[in-house]
């Protein structure tokens, strides 16, 4: 069994590692975490985690910019059902499109957009930055054993914008940030969190504990 | 709640190691600041700031060194800041496993700096620090201006306008320090810190000055920063987070307690 975790130039792949390592380890896993840009490596791999940080046209961008890679996380994730987490703006990737600055094509894996977020309350302030909790819609394994809801664990978040216009059964979690914060998604064999669960701590190194030992 | 206040301790790095060591537990080194950080993380702390002050820039690849261990250890946002000039001193720096990079006299001397790192990476790691002093007088309106240089130089620079400037070029938060109050334990400059996140859309972290567990309530309540930043108050154990959040938390403010014992 192995775990890549896409690089593509975007963001903090160091902290996604380490968190992967330390709960492969923990949970007895017998699991390598490889780092890679090699589509081949993510055609092989049993399962993928697709980070990102910045712009989604950058991300889209860096993404398109390794050749064969969207093909090969396709064809493993689409197609053969590989286990997939998203994070962040890796996560907001599977939607449709994205509308920060221009409008750009996503991967299409989920129906939606990834739109400004826009808390009713004018003295919240953009970028979204520090830790919520997060209202869980339904059961998954992912979040086995995590408190959730107003006296759970808080999640840490770090953006701007957020996946809107989706399907309900893609929610898997909202935060409250002055008005709904979509946190979590999933389908089939994939998830995507829109916070980082990287730097979340327990919630965040459960989940990712959770996420290696998923078999969806 | 919608958001949560942020208690961050800061941590000063110079060559590698933490200046005065960090006091409240019993380190096996108090001055590495791995463990440093160790010990806050499993304190509740929200946040952790590194302060590089390492006077050489051939010393930087240390700084890098200790941002790597800690991300491999703590799995919570780390912010670094201190001595960043170049684009590649800040992909140097996130590839590390920072999450924000702090910018200070380099976006003084050019704020176009500001915009091309947040182009290059995202407002969301962008955090521009700003070192204020007030220079009205007693009487006059209040005005504060950018100082340089651990608060000896000053620039001519309005703190506010300055705020507004670097935020509209990418700055996703700032980290503001009252270089009045700064080591005097008398408090934040609440007024400073009022003025700054009345002006901008992005988060305003308060700094400098905190003495009681009162000036961390007011810093959020009458300052309206987002986040609270103290380094002595903790290192010396006068405070510990756990002490800090319960009190924020009796004042009536947003607080996460997770991992908050006893």
């Avoid at chain 2, 942020?6 to 060591?21: A, F, N, S, W």
């Avoid at chain 2, 702090?102 to 915009?115: H, K, L, Q």
């Avoid at chain 2, 007024?191 to 003495?211: K, M």
């Avoid at chain 2, 002490?243 to 607080?255: C, T, Y």
Wanted: net charge negative; with cysteine; charged share 20%.
């Amino acid at each position: 069994m192995s775990v890549a975790i896409v690089d593509y130039g975007s963001g903090n792949l160091h902290s996604a590692q380490k968190a992967c390592e330390r709960m492969a380890r923990e949970r007895g896993l017998n699991v390598p975490v490889l780092v890679t840009a090699d589509p081949d490596s993510v055609r092989r791999a049993d399962r993928i985690v697709l980070p990102g940080v910045g712009a989604f046209a950058d991300c889209k961008a860096g993404l398109a910019g390794v050749p064969g890679m969207i093909e090969a996380l396709t064809e493993a994730v689409r197609g053969r059902g590989r286990p997939f987490l998203g994070i962040c703006v890796g996560m907001q990737l599977m939607a449709g499109r994205g509308l920060e600055k221009d409008t750009t094509a996503g991967l299409g894996w989920v129906p939606g957009d990834i739109d400004l977020i826009r808390p009713a309350d004018p003295a919240l302030k953009i970028p979204h930055m520090g830790w919520n909790t997060l209202n869980v819609t339904r059961d998954h394994p992912v979040l086995a054993g995590i408190p959730t809801g107003p006296d759970g664990l808080h999640a840490y978040f770090v953006h701007s914008y957020h996946l809107t216009a989706t399907a309900d059964d893609v929610v898997l979690a909202e935060a409250d940030y002055g008005s709904r914060v979509t946190a979590m998604i999933a389908r089939d064999t994939m998830v995507g969190t829109q916070f980082h669960p990287e730097k979340s701590q327990t919630l965040g190194l459960s989940l990712i504990g959770n996420f290696l030992e998923w078999r969806p | 709640m919608t958001f949560k206040v942020r208690i961050i301790p800061c941590l000063d790095v110079k060559d590698g190691r933490v200046v005065k060591g960090v006091q409240f537990v019993d380190l096996i080194d108090a001055g590495d600041p791995v463990e440093a950080a160790k010990a806050y993380d499993a304190a509740g702390a929200d946040e952790l700031t590194f302060l590089d002050i390492t006077a050489s820039s051939d010393d930087r690849r240390t700084m890098f060194d200790v941002v790597t261990r800690t991300a491999e250890a703590c799995f919570m946002p780390l912010t670094v800041g201190g001595g960043v000039r170049t684009v590649e001193d800040i992909r140097a720096l996130l590839v590390s496993g920072a999450d924000k990079v702090s910018i200070n006299t380099a976006a003084v001397n050019d704020r176009a700096f500001v915009g091309r790192a947040a182009d290059k990476f995202g407002n969301q790691c962008i955090v521009v620090a700003i070192d204020a002093k007030r220079v009205s007088a007693a009487g006059e309106a209040d005005r504060w201006e950018i100082f340089t240089h651990g608060g000896r130089k000053p620039t001519g620079i309005d703190a506010v306008a300055y705020a507004r400037e670097v935020v509209g070029l990418g700055a996703g938060e700032i980290l503001l320090t009252s270089m009045d109050r700064d080591g005097t334990k008398s408090g934040f400059d609440l007024a400073l810190t009022r003025a700054v996140a009345d002006a901008v859309p992005v988060p305003v972290i308060a700094s400098g000055g905190v003495g009681t567990l009162d000036h961390f309530v007011d810093g959020v309540a009458q300052g309206g920063a987002t986040g609270v930043l103290a380094a002595s108050v903790f290192h010396f154990g006068t405070f510990t987070i756990g002490e800090v959040k319960r009190h924020m938390q009796a004042a009536g403010l947003p607080i996460r307690m997770d991992g908050i014992t006893g």
